[in-house]
């Protein structure tokens, strides 16, 4: 069993959340990817305005009907800050995963902070990373104990992001094809993000 943790906030969940995921499962053969909500992200915890509950029914139904998605409440369940160490443990033993198959996906823009994370050695060991490369990224600012014990994924670049897509539903511009119609649904009916 080859596995994927994909963590973030999902607030809301987007296209190119889904792409990235899609494209990285078939391109690394995963079985699953496990999409992992934080219930407080250290690094993004100004940028969050949903409650959990609502990024939980969004991501639910952004992922619905996709054999290869799940979703681990693990840190919402948890509670407070949600380091990927702490995760990255719990899914290795509950799941019985080797570090083998058990890969952590992270977007290059957050590998200049990587280093300043929760015990990021240990990520490294626990654990298989993969970064998906994001544009303006340049490998020659990430130390040498790091770029060692990385991979990087053959996926396609999206410039697209949940801050854009809030902001665009507050000046009352279209986040058509940014999210899925359910998605959509979801933050009009919830009036979302105004």
């Given at each position: ?68 998605f ?17 995760t ?66 053959s ?14 539903w507050?000046?009352n ?22």
């Amino acid at each position: 069993m080859k596995k994927c943790i994909f963590g973030g906030t999902f607030d809301p969940p987007h296209i190119g959340h889904l792409l990235i995921a899609q494209t990285i499962c078939e391109e690394e053969n995963f079985d699953k990817i496990i999409f992992v909500p934080a219930y407080q992200n250290p690094h993004k915890a100004k940028g969050v305005t949903s409650s959990v509950e609502h990024r939980i029914k969004m991501l639910e139904s952004a992922v619905a009907g996709n054999p290869h998605f799940e979703i681990s409440d693990v840190e919402i369940k948890r509670g407070g800050i949600s380091y990927s160490i702490d995760t990255i443990r719990y899914l290795k033993e509950k799941q019985q995963l080797s570090r083998d198959e058990l890969y952590f996906l992270i977007g290059s823009d957050i590998l200049r902070t990587f280093p300043k994370w929760h015990e990021p050695e240990a990520i490294l060991d626990e654990s298989r990373v993969i970064i998906a490369v994001r544009p303006g990224f340049n490998p020659s600012s990430v130390p040498n104990w790091i770029l060692s014990k990385i991979q990087f994924a053959s996926i396609p670049r999206f410039e697209l992001s949940s801050t854009k897509i809030r902001k665009r539903w507050r000046e009352n511009k279209t986040i058509r094809y940014m999210v899925t119609q359910p998605v959509w649904e979801f933050i009009n009916d919830n009036s979302l993000y105004l």
